[in-house]
């Protein structure tokens, strides 16, 4: 249900604002359907990529040559930060769905070189490298333009279509202000004390999915049936989000599409998971 709601134009020193026309805010209630945000992230050779592969029409802007041997449409010449927000910002979507972009660890890697190649440091010298800008500050530029990379994308979810996000995966140290820091799985994207490219993507995110091989260590040996799996809720080993699932952990192998019907069939909301 969708009602309008008129304001008046705004008062400046009790009179009011010349040339504001009153703008027009619409009130709503219940689950609105929308586009998603998904972040996948995992081990090499895992699956992400034919995993991402099954989501509804998809386009993979393939930055790593990852999906020559997946029946996807795909865009295999973005080689530059340039050429990856040029695409996203022109009108090559007819028909897309979702657009999936593998990985968003190379994008990192085309952003730190766009801004090697055109900014200068404040006495107007060229970088080697982003930290030849003096302490921190290559990464405050690293911030401000991953965040336009995400406004693009942004762009797309408010025309309807799916984002896709693949990561490869580290192990990040996690400070924990009730006790010892821990170690855990996290997507392979910058974070560091000042300034994180992280953080600002798992907010992005409507759903972060860890994949792994179950894996069971006992007596400094490692087991498991080799197993596949996919994470949705946070725990102390892994990063994890979702605004959709039922947060159960779920298998997968090759072909299955479950994951995507599960998304397909429940809205986006803003509860988290018991």
């Known amino acids: 249900m969708t009602t309008s709601l008129r304001t008046p134009p705004p008062r400046v020193n009790g009179a009011a604002a010349a040339h504001k026309p009153a703008k027009t805010f619409n009130r709503t209630r219940g689950v609105q359907a929308s586009a998603i945000g998904i972040l996948v992230y995992g081990t090499g050779g895992i699956g992400k990529s034919s995993l991402s592969a099954m989501a509804p029409d998809p ?26 927000r040029s695409f996203l910002q022109g009108d090559n979507f007819a028909g897309v769905g979702s657009i999936v972009i593998d990985s968003a660890t190379a994008a990192e890697d085309f952003c730190r070189q766009h801004i090697i190649e055109n900014v200068k440091t404040e006495k107007g010298a060229t970088v080697t490298s982003i930290e030849g800008y003096g302490w921190g500050k290559g990464y405050v530029h690293l911030f401000e333009e991953w965040r336009k990379l995400l406004a693009d994308l942004d762009a797309h979810r408010r025309r309807g279509r799916n984002v896709v996000l693949i990561c490869h995966e580290q192990i990040g140290k996690v400070p924990n202000p009730s006790g010892d820091d821990y170690i855990r799985y996290q997507p392979r994207l910058y974070t560091g004390n000042q300034v994180s490219l992280l953080h600002p993507t798992k907010e992005w995110a409507d759903e972060v999915l860890f994949i792994s091989y179950d894996v069971a260590a006992a007596d400094g040996k490692a087991k498991g049936s080799g197993t596949r799996t996919i994470y949705s809720v946070e725990t102390a080993t892994h990063m994890a989000k979702t605004r959709s699932l039922d947060g159960t952990p779920m298998e997968f192998q090759k072909g299955d599409d479950s994951l995507w019907r599960l998304l397909k069939s429940q809205p986006v909301t803003d509860e988290i998971p018991g």
């Not at 020559?68 to 340039?82: Q, S």
């Open 59 to 84: 386009l993979v802007l393939d930055l790593e040559r990852s999906t020559d041997r997946l029946d996807v449409e795909r865009i295999d010449n973005i080689e530059t930060w340039g050429d990856l």
